[in-house]
């Protein structure tokens, strides 16, 4: 089964710009979460979708948004970015039942700058 | 509300040398724990994980028991190679998953 797959790998951004991220869960996963991983804060939780809705939600500001597509592929957009907004960006999923439902499965993440 | 400790890194072993990473957490009733490992560049990777007090996860040569009378699932490894050296995240099932800050371990020949 193919993993978790995310895109683009890497980007470089100004400030002031917006950026999309795009994940896919492995298939049959029906969740998705997001982490952002700084060397400065460690990995912090943005947000979770199931079957298309929001289900948590991390504490970041109003810039950072997501949605999660009837196939659960998930995008994640952050508008205006800042400086402090270069990290890695990772994707997990997670399915739906038994033992599946509490483990999560990363992809490679994002690297974004912001310059 | 969840919350994991653990040890401060970095960690430097001699290849073969026996590793231990401590880790420690707080949660209302028993969440599963888990253990993820991030080589350089990448995303993290699913090292192994418990669902109950007393199960032991093992993968790789690495093992971790869930003791919930001291609150702690170790990581352990009877002799590292140098392709261990990684970040090791300790991690329990809350909503989301709470991570701890991680532990860097480098392995040398």
């Known amino acids: 089964k193919a993993g978790v797959t995310q895109t683009p790998r890497y980007l470089i951004k100004t400030r002031g710009q917006q950026v999309t991220l795009s994940c896919s869960p492995i298939s049959g996963h029906r969740s998705v979460s997001w982490y952002q991983q700084t060397p400065g804060q460690g990995l912090q939780f943005l947000f979770e979708y199931f079957s298309e809705t929001q289900r948590n939600k991390g504490n970041f500001p109003g810039r950072f948004s997501g949605r999660q597509f009837s196939n659960s592929r998930s995008e994640m957009n952050v508008s205006t970015l800042e400086l402090g907004d270069s990290a890695l960006y990772l994707c997990a999923s997670s399915g739906t039942s038994g033992a599946h439902q509490e483990t999560q499965y990363f992809g490679p993440g994002t690297r974004l700058l912001v310059l | 509300g969840d919350s994991v400790t653990q040890m401060e890194g970095p960690v430097t072993l001699s290849e073969e040398a026996f590793l231990t990473i401590n880790c420690t957490y707080t949660?209302?009733?028993?969440?599963?724990l888990f253990w993820y490992v991030q080589y350089p560049g990448e995303g993290l990777q699913l090292l192994l994980k418990a669902t109950k007090a007393d199960d032991k996860g093992s993968n790789k040569g690495f093992e971790a028991t869930y003791r919930k009378e001291t609150t702690s699932f170790h990581l352990e490894k009877g002799s590292v190679q140098v392709s261990d050296s990684a970040v090791y995240f300790c991690?329990?099932?809350?909503?989301?998953?709470?991570f701890g800050k991680g532990t860097r371990l480098s392995v040398i020949a």
């Open positions: 991690a329990l099932r809350g909503t989301p998953l709470v």
């Open positions: 949660a209302t009733g028993y969440p599963s």
